[in-house]
């Protein structure tokens, strides 16, 4: 597989739009499959995107839509649709994180017109196995579950939002709730994922994916010491996406480089494999 320069590719137009009567009607189909991503700054540029893209072909059976709400859709590659993402008019102090509170803006009552049953995917996610059952895996919201550590007590709702699966615009009040009290919600939630998560459990519409399937990376996928010295990193067994989250994402694992003291990882050669368009 190609391990050339990321963002050395160059595509011309930048980003495909659906001019056709037809292709509109096609995106508004109530059993379409829709796989989310969202792009916004500086940190990721549009090779995440393009890879992405290129992961779901190789992975998902049948007919889909790779849909990226995006403030800059140069270099994204014609087959991704790139559409704004929605308003939401954030009100934060001067360095303070926003918490990908942009996220709740999947939940519009009408997200650009489309419809169907979208499969949110953080950009930098890399996926290992077959997608077709996370369109299948029955619930009403399916998220990743939060990753158990020892200082964590108690009963764990929350999840964590690199994966998520959903009908389109079924779950509106979540966006409705948090733009009438903003203030309130981001003082009892430390990010959107936790706000998310509370919300559906309290609507009993909150449920997990397999824990096999989204291993993290950090936890699930690097040798335990001291044997991480003399093996490298490795995809747990019956991972479908793996997910890059903390300290370390794709590029940096493949590098062999962790952004931790004290936390050795050889070079994760797997990723050069998977991690391509």
């Keep these: 597989?190609?391990?050339?320069?990321?963002?050395?590719?160059?595509?011309?137009?930048?980003?495909?739009?659906?001019?056709?009567?037809?292709?509109?009607?096609?995106?508004?189909?109530?059993?379409?499959?829709?796989?989310?991503?969202?792009?916004w700054g500086t940190k990721y540029g549009p090779e995440y995107v393009n890879r992405l893209y290129g992961m779901v072909r190789r992975h998902l059976t049948g007919d889909f839509?790779?849909?990226?709400?995006?403030?800059?859709?140069?270099?994204?590659r014609p087959e991704v649709l790139c559409r704004p993402i929605p308003q939401l008019d954030l009100h934060l102090k001067p360095g303070q994180r926003d918490g990908a509170w942009k996220k709740l803006t999947t939940f519009e009552a009408d997200l650009h017109g489309?419809?169907?049953?979208?499969?949110?995917?953080?950009?930098?996610?890399?996926?290992?196995?077959?997608?077709?059952?996370?369109?299948?895996?029955?619930g009403e919201f399916l998220i990743i579950h939060d990753y158990p550590r020892f200082?964590?007590?108690?009963?764990?709702?929350?999840?964590?939002?690199?994966?998520?699966?959903?009908?389109?615009?079924?779950?509106?009040?979540v966006l409705k709730h948090f733009r009438e009290n903003m203030a309130q919600v981001q003082r009892e939630y430390r990010n959107e994922q936790e706000y998310l998560s509370h919300f559906l459990?309290?609507?009993?519409k909150l449920s997990y994916w397999p824990a096999a399937w989204c291993p993290s990376f950090k936890y699930h996928g690097i040798p335990a010491w001291p044997t991480n010295y003399w093996k490298a990193p490795f995809v747990p067994k019956d991972a479908r996406i793996v997910i890059f989250h903390g300290e370390v994402n794709p590029p940096d694992a493949l590098a062999g480089k962790r952004n931790k003291r004290f936390a050795y990882i050889k070079p994760a050669s797997w990723v050069a494999q998977a991690w391509s368009e």
């Design 1 to 39: 597989m190609s391990t050339a320069p990321i963002g050395s590719k160059d595509y011309a137009g930048a980003a495909q739009t659906v001019s056709s009567v037809d292709g509109e009607k096609r995106l508004a189909q109530p059993g379409m499959r829709h796989i989310l991503c969202m792009k």
């Design 65 to 76: 839509q790779l849909v990226c709400l995006t403030d800059d859709s140069n270099g994204i």
């Design 114 to 138: 489309l419809r169907g049953t979208a499969l949110f995917l953080d950009l930098d996610v890399v996926i290992v196995g077959s997608l077709d059952e996370f369109f299948t895996q029955p």
């Design 151 to 173: 200082w964590r007590f108690g009963e764990r709702i929350v999840g964590n939002s690199s994966v998520y699966r959903f009908t389109l615009g079924a779950h509106s009040d």
């Design 201 to 204: 459990h309290k609507q009993g």
